[in-house]
């Protein structure tokens, strides 16, 4: 069963960094692209940064500039490096992962973790 852990949110004052992992385990298929998505409250998902299998990324505007996002492949682990942070940054941050098996898509999520930027 495939699984996505987080790890690394918590509560920051503005102008500081913070770093996201997220593990993906339980499939013998590689995984394809990995993200990072948030939620605020009241607001829709949306997406943060993304980076293909071969290291290609995308970002939001919101973040470009101040955040990174990273991958191990042989660990199939994803890493988001925010730096700079704003208030408008709170939300939940969910890891996304893709995973393409016998032509089929699938989508997984991890559990989501808080960020707070507060002073």
């Known amino acids: 069963q495939v699984r996505l852990v987080e790890s690394g949110g918590g509560l920051v004052q503005p102008g500081g960094s913070l770093r996201l992992s997220c593990a993906a385990s339980g499939s013998i298929f590689s995984f394809g692209a990995m993200g990072w998505y948030r939620q605020a409250p009241g607001k829709q998902r949306e997406l943060v940064a993304a980076i293909t299998r071969g290291g290609s990324t995308n970002y939001a505007d919101s973040v470009k500039g101040r955040f990174t996002i990273s991958r191990d492949n042989t660990e199939n682990t994803v890493y988001l490096q925010m730096n700079s942070l704003k208030p408008e940054d709170t939300a939940v941050y969910y890891c996304?992962?893709?995973?393409?098996?016998?032509?089929?898509?699938?989508?997984?999520w991890g559990q989501g973790t808080q960020v707070t930027v507060s002073s």
């Open positions: 996304h992962a893709e995973l393409i098996t016998w032509g089929i898509r699938s989508d997984y």
